[in-house]
C-alpha cells in the first residue's frame, strides 16, 4: 500500500506583490513588551529633575507664583511609567503563565500595586500644584498653614515613590526571576541574579524605612545594581524557547505547567 504525498506550491501572479510573512506570536509578544519597557524606563528618568523644585521647597513652590509646566508634565511622565509597567506584565501574560500560573498572576498583580502607590504619588504632586495656583502670594497664617499642607503631600509622594517603585520593583524582580530560573530561558547564574536582587532591593528599601541611609544614597546604589542586571534579562523573556506549549513537546529543561 502506497501512499501520496501531496506538496503545496506557492504560485505568484505576474505583477503581484509576494505574500508578507505572518511574525510570529511570540516575536509580536517580544515587540510590545519590550517598547513597554523602553518607555517605562525612559518616562521614569526625566521626573526627578522635574519635580526637584516641589520637592525641594514645597513651601516656596506654593508661596511663590509660576509657571507649573516642569511638574506637569512630570506628571504626565509618572502616568506613563505607572501605565507602561502594567502593560509589560500584561503582554507577559501569555509566556510568563506557561511557566507558572500563580507567577504570573503575582508578576501582574505587583505592577498593578507599584502602578496603583505611583498614581497616588501623582496625586500628591498635583495637589501641591493646585495649591499654588490658588494661593500664591498667601502671607501670615494662611502661608504657615499652605506650607504644612504643601510639605505633608510631598511626604506622602515621597513615601509613595520608595514603596512603590522601590519596594514593589523588589518584588517584581523577585518574582521574574523566579520565572527565569524555572523556564532555563537563560543560564541558571543569570536567573540567580534575579532570586538574590530582589531581596536586596527590599532590604535596602526596608533599611530607607527605619532610617539607616536616605532614598538617595551609595549604599542604596550598591543594593539596586542586581536588579538593574535583571532588567537587562527581560530582553530575553518575551522569546518563548523552551517553554511548554500545546501540541509541542516538552524540552528536556522546560517545567510542567501549573494545573
Known amino acids: 500500500m502506497t501512499t501520496g504525498t501531496r506538496t503545496a506550491h506557492t504560485t505568484t501572479t505576474p505583477g503581484q506583490p509576494p505574500a508578507r510573512r505572518r511574525m510570529e506570536p511570540t516575536r509580536k509578544i517580544a515587540l510590545a513588551a519590550g517598547i513597554a519597557y523602553l518607555v517605562t524606563f525612559a518616562a521614569s528618568i526625566p521626573q526627578l529633575k522635574l519635580f526637584a523644585d516641589v520637592i525641594d521647597d514645597p513651601t516656596g513652590y506654593i508661596s511663590t507664583p ?39 498572576i503575582g508578576f501582574v498583580t505587583s505592577r498593578v500595586v507599584e502602578a496603583a502607590l505611583i498614581l497616588v504619588g501623582v496625586v500628591s504632586i498635583l495637589s501641591v500644584v493646585t495649591l499654588q495656583q490658588h494661593f500664591a502670594g498667601a502671607t501670615g497664617a494662611q502661608a504657615q498653614a499652605l506650607g504644612v499642607t504643601g510639605e505633608s503631600l510631598v511626604a506622602m509622594r515621597q513615601w509613595t515613590f520608595l514603596l512603590g517603585p522601590g519596594v514593589m520593583a523588589g518584588v517584581n524582580d523577585l518574582i521574574l526571576g523566579y520565572i527565569l530560573y524555572r523556564s532555563g530561558l537563560v543560564p541558571r547564574p543569570m536567573a540567580i541574579i534575579g532570586l538574590v536582587g530582589g531581596p536586596l532591593i527590599l532590604l535596602s528599601d526596608v533599611a530607607t524605612i527605619l532610617g539607616a541611609w536616605g532614598q538617595v544614597s551609595a549604599a542604596g546604589f550598591l543594593f539596586g545594581l542586581p536588579v538593574g542586571r535583571v532588567r537587562v534579562l527581560r530582553r530575553r523573556l518575551p522569546d518563548g524557547q523552551g517553554l511548554p ?13 501549573d494545573p
Open 245 to 257: 506549549g500545546r501540541g509541542t513537546r516538552r524540552p528536556r529543561r522546560a517545567v510542567r505547567l
Open 66 to 104: 509660576g509657571s507649573n509646566a516642569a511638574v506637569q508634565w512630570g506628571s504626565v511622565l509618572e502616568f506613563l511609567t505607572a501605565a507602561s509597567g502594567v502593560a509589560t506584565a500584561v503582554l507577559l501574560y501569555p509566556v510568563t503563565r506557561r511557566v507558572s500560573r500563580s507567577a504570573a
